[in-house]
C-alpha cells in the first residue's frame, strides 16, 4: 500500500496502473465514514446486501480480489477529507486496505492523501 501526496496527477496514476496491466477502480473520498463506504460501494459495485460497516468493506473487497483474476488497483482520492473530519473512521479504512493489500499480491492499494 503506497500514501502520496496531494499533487499526484490522478489521470497519469491511473494511465500507469492500466499500462502495467491492471484493472483500475478510483473512489473519491467524502466527509463521513458513511459517504466513504457508500463511495466505496458506487466505485466498485457492491452487491445490495453491503452492510455500511467496514467489516462488510473488508469482505466485499475480499471477494472482488478472489473474483478478479488479474492485477487490481483500487485508489482511494481525496482520503485527507475523512483524516479530518473523523481521523478513527480514515485508520479503520486504511487498515482494512492494508490487510487487503497485504493478503492479495495482485491487489494494489494507493491512497492520495489531498
Given at each position: 500500500?503506497?500514501?502520496?501526496?496531494?499533487?499526484?496527477?490522478?489521470?497519469?496514476l491511473?494511465?500507469?496502473?492500466?499500462?502495467?496491466?491492471?484493472?483500475?477502480?478510483?473512489?473519491?473520498?467524502?466527509?463521513?465514514?458513511?459517504?466513504?463506504?457508500?463511495?466505496?460501494?458506487?466505485?466498485?459495485?457492491?452487491?445490495?446486501?453491503?452492510?455500511?460497516?467496514?467489516?462488510?468493506?473488508?469482505?466485499?473487497?475480499?471477494?472482488?480480489a478472489?473474483?478478479?483474476g488479474?492485477d487490481?488497483?483500487?485508489?482511494?482520492?481525496?482520503?485527507?477529507?475523512?483524516?479530518?473530519a473523523?481521523?478513527?473512521?480514515?485508520?479503520?479504512?486504511e487498515?482494512?486496505?492494508?490487510?487487503?493489500?497485504?493478503?492479495?499480491?495482485?491487489v494494489?492499494?494507493?491512497?492520495?492523501?489531498?
Amino acid at each position: 500500500m503506497r500514501v502520496l501526496g496531494d499533487r499526484v496527477d490522478l489521470e497519469g496514476l491511473v494511465a500507469d496502473a492500466v499500462e502495467e496491466g491492471r484493472q483500475v477502480q478510483v473512489v473519491h473520498g467524502r466527509a463521513t465514514k458513511e459517504e466513504t463506504l457508500e463511495a466505496f460501494s458506487e466505485a466498485l459495485n457492491f452487491p445490495e446486501w453491503f452492510g455500511m460497516n467496514l467489516d462488510a468493506l473488508a469482505d466485499c473487497l475480499d471477494t472482488i480480489a478472489r473474483e478478479s483474476g488479474s492485477d487490481w488497483e483500487i485508489v482511494w482520492d481525496d482520503a485527507a477529507e475523512l483524516r479530518r473530519a473523523d481521523p478513527r473512521a480514515a485508520t479503520g479504512i486504511e487498515s482494512v486496505l492494508a490487510e487487503l493489500d497485504e493478503v492479495h499480491p495482485g491487489v494494489h492499494v494507493t491512497i492520495i492523501d489531498r
